[in-house]
């Protein structure tokens, strides 16, 4: 159906519990530290859940759970018009003619009919209230968790799979859905069913109702035992689907490598391990939750037939018969229906217990899975305790600043000082200045170390160093992805910390090595960098990153449709649409990662002569891969283990021979 | 379609008999019992003086046929686990054995994920499929079946009943299933829009927040999200009528059978004759069951539907064709490293209208090294392809050791000829386990011996577990450079005849690039080699270099004759050269 995969579970083989290591210090990508689980249960999960719906459809759910009464009493109803069908009308009719019975049975029988009939309204109205409920319900689901997700710190999309958090939203809310939709309704349906028909037992005949209390408790013993051992190998189940899940991913992916190290057979065996155990596990838990079902329902058949045996017994030995009714009919003799009553009852009993029983694993995988959604909606948002603001300005004759509404294309620091209750504005002009700054992914492992550096506004910036020496964390800095631990960033002056988030990162464009475009237009991808832009701005912004010529050349040009991360374009063309949507932003200061992949020479040629064009006029921060650009920055910064090892100018580097030196003529790779 | 899978059952199909079986035995046990349970406590035999005798005779049976019933259930429920989940592990397997058969064609023909939601979720629904059509499909028929005899052997003028409400009953859950199935399809569609949208929201999430799209994606979101609800609600809304209308039908037909039933009774005069009292409790019991065969039926029938789909996606893994397998008794033997190209002409379709390769004429002897250049879609990696048969030349023919490609044993021609892809990976296992693809036999020191060639041996090592180092699923905790290097170093362990790098030592730094092309030079002499690179560093040392141009050799020669005859070549080293001009001048500055 999609070709979208949602979950990718690791496969847990033995050798990544034994070695944890990872030559790199980059935060990690893996589902290891998955807060909740697969299965586990979070307290409060339930309540959360009831009062989330009862806050947002308490009407609804008013009327629903009346309906729901009023459809638990088809059973009840239905014995009792037979009962005193059979036992009163009938032998009457017998005894003394049809005439003599005629209206009350029609009467009896249109009763009924109209009972029947508010029944289905009821069903009907109950069944279109929680289609409503539960679809809402979902979507409010949904919109919160995606809302929340926005908010959360990029720390977290970096500390999770993303294959999990997508089951969150898929998987997750599915079972969510069941639980809503069906199981609850079910079991309170089941309930009232259930209260109904022992109450109305009791009524008839206590001798009769111990006998069906004795069933209920062995059903309830089966439940446990076979329901029980259900759950637990449906468990190993999923867990051995996803593990060969993994492996087939895995194999799929690398098919071609297989292919070509005729690894085919040896693949063929590892499966068939991953396959069998599958079996064994699938097997086990199918047979559990094939049996449960006809073993129920069959202790009702015995329950049923010792039920008639004893109710035989008692018409037979006219035993005296009693029961709540011998409160206000006195103690009466056994007939025949109120045995067919009684039948009819423990019948629709027994289906019902069955029914529950059919909802307990379903009720646990719903259970899990609104904690793994509410897991999500409880992580931590990311913190802003920002408040000088970015705003469009215009100068005054004096020169000083004042806030306009109108795009002028100058910028100001909109600064409130507490103190003196005073408001600055500070023109935005992408001074940067990084100051002893220390930094580390988790508390045990710094990865940058007293690191200075500044930049003037327009000048260009290169780092450069081995693989995990820190490049990138330093622009995730300045963007605060990430918060530094401990020394100062300032901008034009202002600690980053006091600007508000939202208004800092407008104020910097990013064009990331790995490329990401959205589903839509070309037009959309460009126009993403500012919303407001015309078609005519997206489209000088694609002529400045030299994307125009190949957009042009699109089958609908700016129409053309990108989906799945524009895997229609090539690697250089899709890098080429991220420099003209970070050029349509504008911003004053960029932050480029420049691409290692393998692109053509010509494009490549054309995706460096637009990186170029958009940096000038800017503060530039580049993570440089190409010597070319890293030769005309006014500033290279050689990192090496977190610290900034050497600095400056191409030419006092090269003169300098060190690790620059060393780097640049190819003796380290330049990653 | 059908067929085809069921070519899968295989061992499984002794239980796949028997659950039926047991089925039928259970559905016939349990519409027995309304009827003899009506009998037991007939009131006519209840009051004659053999009363006693006469419930526990009928005890006796009932609990009979209550146990038959029970031990049919539960094995039934045994051999449909056994025949559902052997069906669905034999299909797992022959899908995973076909996609082992796969050429590249074939491969490239099904995305990656595409196959793993086969293999995963669409055999599972087929599974499911299966063990509701052996349990209940044809258990309810006769349940059904049996219901509607009991029926007419109770009261054939009340069952008569049944036979007008059926119809229309099945008239309206089908009507429903009609009318909700358009629904579903496009629901799912606007689901996969949604969860496509997290994804990229996800995958994306640095660009989001860097242009502070954080609202404009949750508008984005919410209002795929509400088109999910909008279409979900409608179809919720009309299956919501099934379980009234089930209601309605029910209850009608009890209410008009108790009227009509009792008044057979009454006007009999009597209540012992043909139709008494407690029998009129069995006629609705029946009732229920041949109402409640209808809609389930009307279930089962919408789960087929549902993993028709699933069924057909299966079925085309299945019947897809190979085209290329080996040949039977093929050459076992390569003789040597020596690759003729006669002729070829190549398409990756029959119907692309468009040669990706065409008149290519090549020569290249055993043990020579062969540099390719050419700029991205001149087909570089289509060429090299076609040697150890990834591909199968369209037109003309492609020699290996003198002999056509396609005559060797596939196996041994790819054991000979090793290539290192573009697009390579490395599997979750650690670095011992990820060499050893390409020799499962290889004692550690041949594993430390191709890692030197490859320039690996040293960053191993600098990991604390060394060679034990767990590579992660896609080996995303090496470099890029480390990850090519161990890819070469697999590649090398086959002891092949010919060695082709497409494009492997891309991210590794000039001169490692070099220590490895000079080890090649020294230690496997009698490969060939072959080298498609982007830098004119990496080849210009080669034997010849074969100049590829819109899927054409335009140049075929060794540096010197290039850079005299070919304008793309010269073009190219100019460019490139130009930005080492400086590490020369540093060079010539150290001789001085």
Known sequence: MSETK???????TPHSSQSNYRPMGRPMRGGRGMPVPKGAIKK??????????????KWYLVVALICIVINATVNLVSSVFLQSLIDDVIPAGVANGFESVAEKLLGMTLAMAGWYAVIVVASFAYNRIMAVVTQGMLCQLRKDMFAKMQSLPIKYFDTHAHGEIMSAYTNDT?????????SIPTLISSTFTLLFSVALMLWYSLWLSLIVAVATIVMSFIIKKIGGGSAKYMVERQRSLAVEEGFVEEMMKGQKVVKVFTYEDRAKV???????????????????????????????NFNYVILTIVGGLLLVSKLPNVGLSSIFQGIGVMEAGIIVAFLGMSKGFAQTVNQMSQQVSMIAMGLAGASRVFTVMDEEPEKDEGYVTLVNAKRNADGSLTETQERTGLWAWKHYHKSDDTTTYIELKGDIVMENVDFGYVPEKQVLTDVSLYAKPGQKIAFVGATGAGKTTITNLINRFYDIGDGKIRYDGININKIKKDDLRRSLGVVLQDVNLFTGTVMDNIRYGRLDASDAECIAAAKLSNAHDFISRLPNGYETVLTNNGSNLSQGQRQLLSIARAAVADPPVMILDEATSSIDTRTEALVTDGMDKLMQGRTVFVIAHRLSTVRNSDAIMVLDHGKIIERGTHEQLIEQGGVYYQLYTGAFELE | MVKTLLKSVRQYKKPSIITPIFMLIEAFCECLMPFLMSQMINEDALASSGAMSHILKYGLILVLLAGISLTSGALAGKFAAQASCGF???????????VQKFSFANVDKFSTSSLVTRLTTDVTNVQMAYQMSLRIAIRVPLQFLFAIIMSFSINASLAWIFVVIVPILFGFLFSIVRVVMPFFRRIFKKYDALNNSVQENVGGIRVVKSFVREDYEKEKFNKAAEEVRNDFTRAEKIIALNSPIMTLFVNMAATVI?????????DSGTLSGAFVPTELSALITYGIQVLSACMMFSMVFVMMTMSVEAGRRISEVLKEEVDIVSPENGIKVVKDGSIRFENVNFKYSKEANKYALSDIDLEIEAGQTIGVLGGTGSSKTTLIQLIPRLYDATEGRVLV???????????VLRREVSVVLQKNVLFSGTIKENLRWGDENAKDEDLVRVCKLAQADEFIRSFPDGYDTYIEQGGTNVSGGQKQRLCIARALLRKPKILILDDSTSAVDMKTDALIRRAFEEEIPDTTKIIIAQRVASVEHADKIIILDGGKIVAFGNHAELLETSEIYREIYDAQTKSRSVEEKKGEKDHE
Do not use: C, E, W
């Open chain 1, 6 to 12: 949602t979950s990718q579970p690791t496969p847990q």
């Open chain 1, 44 to 57: 409060g999960t339930f309540p959360r859940l009831i009062k989330m719906l009862f806050k947002h459809y």
């Open chain 1, 174 to 182: 599915d079972t969510v859905r069941q639980l809503i939709g069906q």
């Open chain 1, 270 to 300: 590892d499966f068939d391990k991953y396959n069998d155990k599958l079996y064994q596990d699938s097997v086990r838990a199918n047979t559990y939750g094939n049996i449960l079902g006809p073993i129920l329902g069959n202790v009702g």
């Open chain 2, 88 to 98: 669905a592990t034999n299909l797992r397997h022959d899908l995973f054995y076909k």
């Open chain 2, 258 to 266: 108790a009227y009509l039933g009792s008044k057979a009774i009454i």
């Open chain 2, 401 to 411: 050791g003198g002999v056509d490609v396609k005559d060797y044993d596939l196996d």
